[in-house]
């Protein structure tokens, strides 16, 4: 029996398709994979899936094979060009492979039990790459793309379904997940309270692969649909805006309005005009009456943007909207009542600001109820292949899109270290998509000086933060074991009931304890 060599994703993902699929497609397909995300059931994110293959590669039917914990209809078919419900009583028995693999009919006929001569009849193909999706230590379904072509799918296609396997196989795995009250399954490390989320590469307009940007996403997903304050901290141009867009969007506020007010850009002596509003002669040149970015944000969210750069004065009103939900226009006598969900957001070290009487502390305290920190970039450079290629398609504007880059350019990318995070990354894939018919990008238009570069947060760090920082990467060490035999705590020559004092005093969560 022909074996069929298993094929390992490279370290850019968008490179590999680049050298098996035609044309500007690699980054299309790479968007489209990604936006599928958020594809809200399985008979839908098969539907996607199959529709976008489909046009990239060459498959004679697809199946959607699910255990009986499932119902029926989500069990699916494609064949002929359309999709229907696949109705079988088969059971997935013998399968222990993890990972995507090609098999002949005479592997994979004797991993499905069924009575049905009809389903029989549908399996007769010579060929078939399957993907599982495991909730362990049971197999929960298979995405099945089959053939008939002699000696199986070739090395280009298997490398587009392997890459397209690695992208979707989080959805499917949550997708299968849900509505499963009698299959047991341990929790993983980004399942954080009830708003359970599977990895995935997208969240809302956010990419980010890595554990550091899936623990942010968790964070999201667990604090939006509460009505609590949020503090975002972050470097500039690490997208704290896309955090507090995700924040509103997934919250039961989402279909009223969500106000930015970008605090560093006005002036001190209009702001408080800005915010709260004026009435009509309360100053020189109120010549009408103005209603406010609170009130203009009733009852949806208000992001105050670079809140750290706002005056001590206006400090004082903005704690009383917190306190009594209350406004009072500049000039006005009447007390507004606003019912607004306050997002904040600020690239300074506000504890810092508050020790050096900048910062007033109830405020600080009143904001940073849930705090979400964004990593830098250079923090997380497993990201920069999918931010590349996803703000590289952004900026196209229907010109020829480069299919890919070069494996020197792709280093260049990850050996810089960003100091202006993703906003600096942008512009720099904004020049890369006006290089003329270029398929490779092979020198990228500027030059990046990994050497030069100087991380952006050069303060000093506290003594908490110090502290928090050695504990996770023990944390990390030891595998997430905190006690016993090799546990961080024997490492650190500390008792775990001390250990575990310092975790919750610091809000170490288990998602830090991810394999770096």
């Not at 002929?80 to 693999?101: C, E, M, N, W, Y």
């Not at 990593?375 to 196209?396: C, M, V």
């Not at 993703?422 to 720099?428: C, F, G, K, P, S």
Request: glycine residues 6%; positive net charge; aromatic residues 6%.
């Amino acid at each position: 029996m022909e074996k069929f060599e298993k094929i390992e994703p490279g370290e850019n993902d968008h490179f590999q398709l680049s050298q098996v699929v035609e044309g500007n497609k690699a980054g299309e397909l790479l968007a489209l994979l990604i936006s599928l995300s958020t594809v809200a059931d399985l008979p839908g994110l098969f539907s996607a899936v199959t529709t976008t293959l489909k046009d990239m590669i060459d498959f004679e039917a697809a199946d959607l094979l699910l255990d009986q914990n499932r119902t029926a209809s989500d069990c699916q078919s494609y064949r002929h060009g359309k999709i229907s419900k696949l109705h079988d009583d088969a059971q997935l028995v013998g399968f222990s492979f993890r990972t995507p693999k090609q098999l002949h009919r005479a592997h994979w006929a004797a991993m499905l039990k069924t009575s049905s001569p009809q389903f029989q009849k549908e399996m007769e193909f010579e060929y078939g790459y399957y993907i599982p999706f495991w909730h362990q230590p049971m197999l929960a379904g298979l995405l099945v793309f089959r053939t008939n072509k002699k000696g199986g799918f070739n090395q280009r296609t298997t490398a587009v379904l392997h890459i397209a396997a690695k992208i979707i196989t989080p959805r499917f795995h949550q997708l299968t997940q849900e509505d499963q009250p009698d299959l047991k399954i341990s929790p993983t490390p980004n399942q954080l309270g009830p708003n359970k989320r599977a990895q995935s590469p997208a969240y809302g307009k956010m990419i980010g692969t890595s554990p550091l940007m899936q623990y942010v996403f968790d964070q999201v997903a667990e604090v939006a649909r509460a009505d609590a304050s949020v503090l975002i901290l972050g470097e500039t141009g690490t997208g704290k805006e896309g955090i507090a867009r995700a924040l509103h969007e997934g919250s039961a506020r989402k279909n009223k309005p969500m106000v930015k007010v970008n605090c560093a850009a006005l002036p001190a002596e209009i702001i408080e005009s800005e915010l709260f509003g004026h009435e009509k002669g309360s100053f020189t040149g109120a010549t009408d009456r103005r209603i406010g970015k609170f009130e203009q944000a009733n009852n949806g969210t208000i992001f105050l943007d670079e809140i750290g750069e706002l005056p001590l004065s206006l400090q004082t009103k903005l704690l009383r909207v917190l306190q009594e939900r209350e406004i009072e226009r500049v000039g006005g006598m009447e007390l507004i009542k606003v019912n607004v969900r306050i997002v904040a957001a600020t690239n300074k070290h506000l504890l810092q600001e508050v020790e050096n009487g900048n910062f007033r502390s109830d405020l600080y305290f009143r904001l940073n109820v849930f705090p979400i920190n964004i990593p830098p970039l250079r923090d997380r450079k497993e990201d920069i292949p999918f931010l590349a290629i996803h703000l590289l398609h952004k900026h196209s504007k229907g010109q020829k899109l480069p299919t890919g880059f070069s494996s020197k350019a792709m280093k260049q990318l990850q050996a810089y270290d960003w100091p202006g995070n993703v906003r600096e990354l942008e512009n720099v894939m904004q020049r890369c998509a006006l290089l003329p018919d270029a398929d490779i990008i092979k020198e990228l238009p500027v030059q990046l000086q990994a050497e030069n570069a100087v991380p952006a947060d050069s303060r000093i760090k506290t003594i908490d933060e110090i502290e928090r920082e050695h504990i996770v990467t023990v944390l990390k060490k030891c595998r997430g074991k905190v006690s016993g035999l090799s546990g961080a705590a024997e490492a650190l020559n500390i008792p775990s009931s001390t250990l575990n004092s310092k975790m919750r005093r610091l809000k170490i969560k288990f998602a830090f304890m991810l394999k770096g």
